[in-house]
């Protein structure tokens, strides 16, 4: 046992072989930080809302088509039904609003909601009693980060915050900050009450507003609401116009612990996971961990022939197989604990730019419990064992008379580090092939011809403004600015999907995208008007092209019946354009010209001249100096490109992927290289004896590694090529597969094979042969 444990030796070989050790715990520390990282980010996605103690009777209730609902729909449903024990209404769009402390201006993420919410969720308060910290509407709740924020060296308690002109609360109770749940981070927490003096249609009786709220069901222990869902629809079909039109037909109870993966989206601003990306997210870190597990094994085996007469020493000072055996797995799993020491430091290190990337919070210091230490250790013991088992049992089988003669390296074929690195290979090209593919759709996507203007013009959001007065003075100062071309004023774009109208035309139901703009609005976006009526009624609507066909009217009606059966004068018609980015469907417009003081604009658009950096940064600075908050602005071509975020942050991490599987194939051909041109030493000296030149011998080994990354090629191709034609399968709008990015990833993994292994290839071709033989 004594010389199991005695590592000296084992030490001493790592110091004296540095590029070894080097390249051996750099690939697993870079492999074991993105596994660290993948793997808190995985566990705390798969455990969103987890720690809710009613969690398993809770609901979100909304359609087939989403989730969502209407506030003044919780009385109606808690009165009807008895199965229901509480409902908590949510409203959480309210982001980034400024609001007033004293004097001072702090921006805020507003949640609104009722008593129940403490009630129905476990969120922890650090001040404040959770029966009654919200029980009446002058009371607010605020996070722990925006107290410490907001509140600096002092207590919030009883302190005074104005949302608005009408509303001013007082800070009754702290919570912590809400993390890892469905229900996002929010600053502060208001009574619903308060919604009307910032959003009136959300406390409509009528639910003119049908999915601005959230409702979370609290199901009575015992009793079975999802029985009832068929008798709600009938209730709803009674009372909630949603359903009288038929624009939803079923209503949905998704329970909360299926919530943040649920396929329907969320109307509001709840936070949603995508399951598809974690499981990719999963199968990249698995990769990863597999290629460094084969690196290891490859290195480890390359390095064989160095250790090979310490391990026959051993069997001729005693020692057993069984021994070697165990030493070789030990020395093994020190290596991993090494390198998952160092992984954890760049996992802490490079946690900032992982949550840039995946939109996420991972918090490595609250996965530092027993558990998850217990569950690393067990994981690194594992590892141990895997990586080392098949070097421990190359080596400690191998007869010390085989190691003395020097018939070690004959007996070793390599078979299965030739079939790793061909593996590693194959996806290596795939991973190349879906980059490329990703990457070049994405580019598709983002530039295709929506039908109007986006280049050079910036949406700029008006919420933080007090007055529509206030609003048009901003725009007149802005306008004065050299590099601004020109200002107009407008009630949604066509990005952002503007207004919804659904209403009920000759016995079917149409939804309609509405916008109200300027006439300068109208040609900075390049709005094709196709007819102009020429009306004077303020009361004319223009439509689409579409919204013709689904009217099923003449292109020269002079109205419609819009509204109630009432005649709505045609403006004109418009050419379609797309609504939405390029993955949105088509849908039916209606736009009202209006004057810039005959509305309140949601966006005042800038078309900039010049430097348009340089133009943001002017029309910025003017914001600042009228509104104390940061500038709501992007450029519309900005705004397109980040409608792709989701497809993006994938390409991202494939890109990520692909270059760590490159390294990492790199090192296997390295690894592998070393100890195929050891073993080939003697053949080569004896080819060149024979009448073989040194180019001949270059050639040939060059091409004996060429040849795994062929077969990779071959086999690699026709599976990327189907899963990639799958992938774009999903798109309406896509690229057409080339050869020539299958073409470009095979050359381009020839190419990182070839300089890999031509200088130890060179370098042999090239050695006196004499030395070899005299070696032998």
Request: with cysteine.
């Amino acid at each position: 046992m004594n010389r199991i444990l005695d590592y000296k030796s084992y030490f001493k070989f790592l110091s004296r072989n540095k590029a070894f050790t080097v390249i051996n715990v750099f690939g697993l520390s870079v492999s074991l930080m993105f596994v660290i990282l993948i793997s808190v980010y995985t566990v705390q996605e798969l455990s969103v809302d987890k720690f809710q103690e009613k969690g398993e009777r809770v609901f979100t209730i909304g359609s087939e088509n989403i989730i969502g609902s209407a506030w003044k729909l919780k009385p109606l449903l808690m009165t009807r039904y008895p199965e229901i024990e509480d409902i908590v209404p949510l409203v959480t769009n309210f982001r980034n609003r400024a609001l007033t402390i004293e004097d001072r201006t702090v921006n805020a993420d507003y949640l609104f909601t009722d008593t129940s919410f403490f009630h129905v969720f476990s969120f922890d308060l650090v001040q404040g009693d959770r029966n009654t910290v919200l029980e009446t509407p002058g009371y607010a709740v605020v996070s722990e980060s925006f107290a410490r924020r907001a509140f600096p060296g002092s207590d919030p308690l009883g302190k005074a915050i104005r949302l608005n002109d009408s509303v001013t609360v007082t800070v009754n109770g702290i919570m912590k900050d809400i993390k890892n749940s469905i229900i996002p981070t929010s600053d502060v927490i208001v009574n619903i009450e308060h919604i009307r003096f910032f959003n009136s249609s959300l406390a409509s009786e009528r639910f003119d507003n049908a999915v601005g709220t959230d409702l979370f069901i609290l199901e009575r222990e015992n009793a079975d609401l999802r029985a009832r869902a068929t008798d709600i629809e009938e209730y709803f079909k009674e009372i909630y116009w949603l359903y009288k039109m038929d624009i939803a037909k079923r209503v949905v109870l998704t329970p909360l612990k299926e919530a943040y993966f649920s396929s329907i989206p969320s109307a509001n601003a709840l936070q949603k996971g995508d399951w598809n990306f974690v499981m990719i997210l999963m199968s990249v870190g698995i990769l990863i961990l597999l290629f460094a597990v084969i690196n290891y094994i490859n290195l480890t085996v390359a390095q064989a022939g160095q250790r090979a007469k310490e391990m026959a020493t051993r069997r001729l000072l005693g020692s057993s197989g069984s021994d070697l055996f165990l030493r070789l797995i030990a020395e093994s799993t020190l290596l991993i604990l090494l390198s998952f020491a160092i992984g954890l430091f760049f996992a802490y290190s490079a946690v900032s730019a992982a949550n840039d990337l995946l939109r996420s919070r991972i918090d490595l210091s609250s996965a530092a419990t027993f558990g998850n230490i217990f569950v690393c250790t067990i994981f690194i013991l594992a590892l141990g064992v895997v990586s080392g088992i098949i070097p421990a049992v190359f080596i400690s089988k191998t007869k010390a008379i085989d190691i003395v003669r020097g018939g070690f390296r004959k007996k070793t074929k390599m078979v299965f580090s030739k079939v790793f690195i061909t593996f590693q290979n194959a996806i290596t090209i795939m991973v190349i092939t879906a980059s490329i593919v990703m990457s070049l759709q994405i580019n598709h996507m983002i530039n295709a011809p929506l039908g109007y203007n986006t280049t050079n013009i910036i949406n700029i959001s008006t919420r933080q403004f007090d007055s529509r007065r206030h609003i048009l003075s901003y725009g007149d100062e802005i306008s004065k600015l050299s590099s601004v071309s020109r200002v107009a004023y407008g009630a949604g774009t066509p990005l952002d999907y503007g207004n919804n109208n659904t209403v009920e035309y000759e016995g079917r139901s149409i939804s309609f995208q509405s916008f109200i703009g300027d006439s300068t609005y109208f040609s900075m976006l390049g709005i094709n008007i196709l007819r102009d009526n020429n009306t004077t009624s303020t009361d004319a609507i223009f439509l689409s092209q579409q919204s013709i066909r689904e009217l099923m009217i003449s292109e020269d009606a002079p109205s419609f019946k819009y509204y109630e059966d009432r005649e709505t004068p045609i403006a004109g018609i418009v050419s379609d354009f797309q609504i939405g980015n390029i993955l949105s469907e088509k849908s039916p417009v209606l736009m009202r010209l209006r004057k810039r003081e005959d509305f309140r604009p949601w966006s005042i658009l800038v078309e900039v001249q010049g430097d348009p950096y340089q133009a943001y940064e002017s029309i910025s600075e003017v914001y600042k100096s009228m509104v104390v908050a940061e500038f709501p602005a992007k450029f519309i071509d900005q705004e397109i490109e980040d409608s792709f975020q989701s497809q993006r942050r994938i390409s991202k991490i494939v890109m990520i992927f692909c270059v760590i599987a490159v390294v990492l194939s790199l090192l296997g051909l390295l690894a592998m290289s070393t100890y195929f041109i050891q073993q080939r030493s003697r053949e080569i000296a004896v080819r060149k004896v024979f009448g073989s030149t040194n180019r001949e011998m270059l050639i040939k080994l060059i091409t004996s590694f060429i040849s795994y990354v062929l077969i990779a090629f071959v086999i690699a191709t026709p599976i990327i090529w189907y899963i990639m034609k799958q992938w774009l399968s999903d798109y309406s709008y896509r690229i057409a597969l080339s050869p020539w990015i299958f073409l470009a990833s095979g050359l381009f993994c020839f190419l990182i094979a070839f300089v890999t292994v031509f200088f130890q290839s060179y370098r042999a071709a090239n050695a006196n042969p004499v030395n070899r033989l005299k070696a032998e």
